[in-house]
């Protein structure tokens, strides 16, 4: 089974997945190792693996120590230049960064990083990413160089997300940004997932289980956390989310 079918799979089984993002450049390799082991033995679906601004030297390195430590899939989550990929890897979010108009990231990085995919034999799942207004200058919108979309527009992310589906992407992703002031609004996802037949990823600034179960109930097929389970790595705060998310 594929990396992406079994993500639709988690869908037909919960109605919602949760994915739990580990940034190499917030953790070493035994933190991260370890949250990932704890995530996985408390209701994860599935890891993402990758930062913003990745100053991580020996990235395929501690994707291999994670995937030998869990058998959960672990995709890679990558930054706007596309240079965090390893084969050990189960796939990777091939992302086109749909909310800016910085070619470098709707085609240029991709051009460099399909020769390395294609030679590691990485499962892609192409991703329309779009970057919203969270309140504060993120990583992510710094080091993209690009405008994040209205927080308050969710008519605009929604037309965004269809011309993702139309050009034939597998799935959109909602980021407000790691450590976001806001979170991605609820009305956002429930317009973007009520335009799209596709599924429909939404993470940046979730804190807390009721946040995350909001997402799902409003549309979000996956739930993606990452900040707070860094700060606490607590496995009761881990099987919360899960539960929240599976529910919603």
Known sequence: MSTY?????????????????????????????????????????????????????????????????????????????????????????????????????????????????????LETISTGYMLVDSGRQTTVEYISNTKPMPGDKPEIAAAHALAAEYLGMQCVYLDAGSGADRMVSDEMVAAVSGNVSIPVMAGGGIREPRDAGAKAAAGADFVVVGSILEAKRDPALVREFAGAVHRG
């Open 5 to 121: 079918d079994y993500l639709k799979s988690v869908l037909a089984k919960r109605g919602a997945g949760f994915l739990c993002l580990l940034d190499p450049d917030r953790m070493d390799k035994q933190d991260l190792v370890h949250t990932a082991a704890m995530c996985e033995e408390n209701g994860a679906d599935a890891l993402l693996m990758g930062g913003s601004f990745l100053l991580y030297t020996d990235f395929d390195r501690v994707v291999r120590e994670v995937k030998r430590a869990v058998g959960l899939p672990l995709l890679i989550f990558p930054g706007p230049d596309m240079n965090q990929v390893s084969s050990a890897a189960d796939a990777i979010l091939f992302l086109c960064m749909i909310s800016g108009r910085n070619p470098d990231l709707l085609i240029g990085q991709q051009v460099k990083a399909a020769p390395i995919v294609k030679a590691y034999g």
